[in-house]
């Protein structure tokens, strides 16, 4: 059985590297690049970057696949440099480390993603040693980017299923998160793994294409629906929570039938320097929250500062400050109403 304390991530690791531009063109014309970073990209990545930069005080550590090439490397030296345990982070012998160039509009912070799927299309459950993994909460992400795990599997649905249901037999808490793809194979490719899932974290758009449900209406959240759609998922097989966020906000609903509800911090908007990597440091303070046994609320609350704290910077971990300073922004700001 595993340790009580640390988080595991794995999925798809990414170089994310970030334009900043004055327009998104329409085909053909051109806009103009402002400035540009590299920074890291991936659920897995992110998430545990983020509960570094947090302040998380148990043990951290990745699984996937990156190429042999700088990149991988690079991604090696970020994890060392911030304490993460990047020993089952594999290297794929032809395939290049996945990346992805984003786009980001300077006025509005709205992005648009270019992607290459590289060594993290080969990852497999083989890639998977819970024999040699320990801690209390194993976090996978992304479902719907992550090729080989998107496959169907005769016994668990998909091989992300496969890989959740051994690591709850192994100990862990499961946790996924999805990618905000336009495609409609949400239903397919992610409801055969909520039997094995403790904490489902997804958008708002992400449950509406998972669940049927309408979760956004004339641009904003919409409260009934979400809770509507989040109960399709539990009954779907979540076993604690759906957890959902959204630019208002963030909720939750538990297989107890509780509802929880946590506004966003009122960032002032000239604090705002882009929102790639947002849902992933909600993510990280949530699942810090969940680690510590934290209420749900607290959880939610950590997670809205946590994301908060990343909007103020154009790259994806950057600005995220200790738990403590981001829960003083909400304090500072204050955070939204929701009806």
């Known amino acids: 059985m595993n340790s009580p304390a640390g988080i595991v991530s794995g ?68 994890c060392q440099a911030h304490g993460i345990n990047s020993a089952a982070l594999l290297t794929h012998p032809e395939a290049p480390t996945s990346f992805t160039d984003v786009m980001t509009v300077k006025s509005s912070g709205r992005r648009t993603f270019f992607h290459h799927r590289g060594a993290n299309a080969f990852l497999g459950a083989e890639h998977f040693d819970f024999g040699a993994l320990h801690g209390k909460i194993f976090h996978l992400g992304y479902l719907l980017l992550l090729d080989g795990l998107d496959q169907p599997d005769a016994k668990c649905g998909t091989v992300a299923g496969r890989i959740l249901r051994n690591a709850s037999q192994a100990g862990f808490q499961t946790s996924i998160d999805v990618v905000s793809e336009d495609s409609q194979r949400f239903a397919e490719i992610v409801l055969p793994t909520l039997p094995y899932v403790d904490y489902c974290i997804l958008n708002e758009f992400e449950l509406q294409r998972t669940s049927g449900v309408t979760t956004n209406v004339d641009g904003k959240a919409h409260l009934p629906g979400i809770r509507a759609a989040a109960e399709k998922l539990l009954q779907a097989g979540v076993r604690r929570h759906v957890i959902v966020h959204f630019p208002e906000g963030a909720c939750a609903l538990s297989a107890d039938g509780t509802f929880h509800l946590r506004g966003s911090v009122r960032l002032p908007s000239s604090q705002i320097a882009g929102t790639v990597g947002a849902g992933d440091a909600f993510a990280a303070g949530v699942l810090l929250g969940l680690h510590e046994n934290s209420s749900l609320d607290d959880a939610l609350a950590m997670g809205v500062a946590a994301a908060a704290s990343s909007l103020m910077s154009s790259t994806t971990s950057d600005s995220i400050l200790p738990i403590a300073e981001c829960l003083a922004l909400e304090k500072l700001h204050g955070t939204r109403t929701l009806d």
């Open 11 to 78: 999925g798809n690791w990414i170089v994310d590297k970030i334009k900043i531009i004055d327009t998104y063109p329409q085909q053909d014309a051109l806009a103009n690049l402002l400035s540009h970073s590299v920074c890291n990209g991936g659920s897995p990545f992110n998430v545990l970057m983020a509960l570094a930069k947090l302040g998380a005080t148990f043990p951290l550590a990745g699984v996937g696949l990156v190429g042999n090439d700088p990149d991988g490397d690079w991604i090696r030296e970020r």
